[in-house]
């Protein structure tokens, strides 16, 4: 073999030989990677507990009894959820504005706080199926000059108003985007909303319907719930973006729960008897 040629193979070798090595076994571009196993379900049978996060206040669907014990509609069916899976319910009192970072954390592997459905949730949480529609109710404090003066949300979006919702509620939202003049007052807790318009703080709050025409009950005479609806909206449970296995078994409960009566007969008892109000802490 010619010198000269022995030299060029043994250079080409040597090149060749810091090229890095490709990997056969890459995943060829576009392919997504294996979808790690959700053990969401799983996780919770084997801790025997499910955690569900809320915030008392927001009846009748999460409050505290005088003895500090939780109770409401929501309660009642994630009591019956855990009953399904086996487990202990645990509840964990979260404040709503930091109720989806707390479940993203994994203080809790679910919440159950009367949460609507909205675009913007739906980036950071996996909701379930609806399990109560509502809407958005306005209540003034009840003069003969708010009579005359409040008739829709229109009428109080005016420069020196004030509007008492609750931080991060739809209601809290929904103004946020529509009101031009008014200024929005914002509390963490859903009494605080009722305080400030009867202590002429707020010249009104806005809440649920259902929240609205209960405060409005308790409170005979003092408001004025105007006749118009706001918007129309559904409440969900929600969990994280990977524990589908979880809320799917959810979803199954809830059909079920629906089916053998219990979702009507726990209504019936928070909405239409209300013989719960005597024992909810003031």
Request: proline share 2%; hydrophobic share 40%.
């Given at each position: 073999?010619?010198?000269?040629?022995?030299?060029?193979?043994?250079?080409?070798?040597?090149?060749?030989?810091?090229?890095?090595?490709?990997?056969?076994?890459?995943?060829?571009?576009?392919?997504?990677?294996?979808?790690?196993?959700?053990?969401?379900?799983?996780?919770?049978?084997?801790?025997?507990?499910?955690?569900?996060?809320?915030?008392?206040?927001?009846?009748?669907?999460?409050?505290?009894?005088?003895?500090?014990?939780?109770?409401?509609?929501?309660?009642?069916?994630?009591?019956?959820?855990?009953?399904?899976?086996?487990?202990?319910?645990?509840?964990?009192?979260?404040?709503?504005?930091?109720?989806?970072?707390?479940?993203?954390?994994?203080?809790?592997?679910?919440?159950?706080?009367?949460?609507?459905?909205?675009?913007?949730?739906?980036?950071?949480?996996?909701?379930?199926?609806?399990?109560?529609?509502?809407?958005?109710?306005?209540?003034?404090?009840?003069?003969?000059?708010?009579?005359?003066?409040?008739?829709?949300?229109?009428?109080?979006?005016?420069?020196?108003?004030?509007?008492?919702?609750?931080?991060?509620?739809?209601?809290?939202?929904?103004?946020?985007?529509?009101?031009?003049?008014?200024?929005?007052?914002?509390?963490?807790?859903?009494?605080?909303?009722?305080?400030?318009?009867?202590?002429?703080?707020?010249?009104?709050?806005?809440?649920?319907?259902?929240?609205?025409?209960?405060?409005?009950?308790?409170?005979?005479?003092?408001?004025?719930?105007?006749?118009?609806?706001?918007?129309?909206?559904?409440?969900?449970?929600?969990?994280?973006?990977?524990?589908?296995?979880?809320?799917k078994s959810f979803n199954v409960f809830l059909k079920q729960?629906?089916?053998?009566?219990?979702?009507?007969?726990?209504?019936?008892?928070?909405?239409?008897?209300?013989?719960?109000?005597?024992?909810?802490a003031n």
């Amino acid at each position: 073999m010619k010198t000269g040629y022995l030299k060029f193979i043994l250079r080409t070798f040597s090149l060749l030989s810091v090229i890095p090595a490709v990997n056969l076994y890459a995943v060829a571009p576009g392919q997504e990677e294996a979808k790690k196993e959700d053990l969401s379900l799983q996780r919770v049978k084997n801790e025997k507990s499910l955690k569900v996060c809320s915030d008392a206040g927001f009846l009748p669907f999460e409050m505290k009894t005088q003895k500090g014990e939780w109770m409401g509609f929501d309660i009642d069916m994630m009591k019956e959820f855990s009953k399904s899976l086996s487990v202990e319910l645990k509840m964990v009192q979260i404040s709503f504005d930091g109720i989806i970072p707390a479940l993203i954390s994994g203080k809790c592997d679910m919440i159950a706080a009367g949460m609507t459905v909205t675009p913007e949730r739906k980036v950071m949480v996996l909701f379930s199926d609806s399990t109560f529609t509502s809407g958005l109710s306005i209540a003034v404090k009840n003069n003969e000059k708010n009579k005359l003066e409040f008739k829709d949300l229109s009428s109080l979006d005016k420069k020196g108003l004030k509007i008492a919702v609750k931080t991060g509620y739809t209601s809290d939202i929904y103004l946020s985007k529509t009101l031009k003049n008014a200024q929005i007052l914002k509390f963490d807790q859903d009494s605080d909303l009722v305080l400030a318009v009867m202590q002429g703080r707020a010249n009104a709050f806005v809440s649920d319907s259902t929240y609205v025409d209960l405060m409005d009950k308790g409170n005979k005479n003092k408001f004025i719930i105007l006749p118009t609806k706001i918007v129309s909206d559904s409440f969900s449970v929600a969990g994280r973006k990977d524990d589908l296995e979880l809320m799917k078994s959810f979803n199954v409960f809830l059909k079920q729960w629906r089916e053998n009566g219990g979702y009507n007969k726990s209504k019936k008892f928070y909405f239409e008897d209300q013989v719960w109000r005597s024992q909810v802490a003031n």
